[in-house]
């Protein structure tokens, strides 16, 4: 079966700094991943899809890249709209364990 | 507009069963593979099924094999979720989901 790993699990962080979140694969999944974003009581959104395409009217702030088993998803300069959990997927499949971003 | 609504969640006892249904819109159905996933109170996200589009091919997460079975028809748009020997830990809100879209969920809960 695969597996997805993310790191960090958490990360501090303040408004207005570059955050780089990272995924890796325990396949190759082409660039078949997502990216999430849950806040408390909220569902998921999707932030990014295709491993690097913006879902349309997610803020330009955010990108994805990546390709087989190592991705990440930066945020150029994080709002404190931004602060939540975050989750990368191989398309209808495992999900990593999440990154929860927090104010330092 | 592609849409997905789930129905089917409730309160049931451990060791029983419920069967979850959800109703796809505005796409192919048959063209897609389709999956369940699941959220815990609390807890991350969690994959629990997915099937191939024509149904010849299905997996599971571990912690629901030959438990629960996924299932479709493509002639009525549907996805299923047939949920056997329910235990407390499978309490969750249960979604259904085309690749990145999703359903809003809904909640099962797993309770004597």
């Known amino acids: 079966d695969s597996a997805m790993t993310q790191s960090p699990s958490t990360l501090s962080a303040l408004v207005g700094d570059r955050v780089t979140i990272t995924c890796r694969a325990s396949?190759?999944?082409?660039?078949?991943l997502a990216w999430y974003q849950q806040k408390p009581g909220k569902a998921p959104q999707v932030l990014v899809y295709e491993a690097s395409r913006l879902q349309s009217g997610v803020p330009s702030r955010f990108s994805g890249s990546g390709s087989g088993t190592e991705f990440t998803l930066t945020i150029s300069s994080l709002q404190p709209d931004d602060f939540a959990t975050y989750y990368c997927q191989e398309y209808s499949a495992v999900f990593g364990p999440g990154t929860r971003v927090e104010m330092k | 507009e592609v849409q997905l609504v789930e129905s089917g969640g409730g309160l049931v006892q451990p060791g029983g069963s419920l069967r979850l249904s959800c109703a796809a819109s505005g796409f192919r159905f048959s063209s897609f593979w389709m999956s369940w996933v699941r959220q815990a109170p609390g807890k991350g996200l969690q994959w629990v099924a997915n099937i191939k589009p024509d149904g010849t091919e299905i997996y599971y997460a571990d912690s629901v094999r030959g438990r629960f079975t996924i299932s479709r028809d493509n002639a009525k748009n549907s996805l299923y979720l047939q949920m056997n020997s329910l235990r407390v830990d499978d309490t969750a809100v249960y979604y259904c989901?085309?690749?990145?879209?999703w359903g809003p969920g809904s909640l099962v809960t797993v309770s004597s």
């Open positions: 396949r190759d999944i082409s660039t078949w």
């Open positions: 989901a085309r690749d990145i879209v």
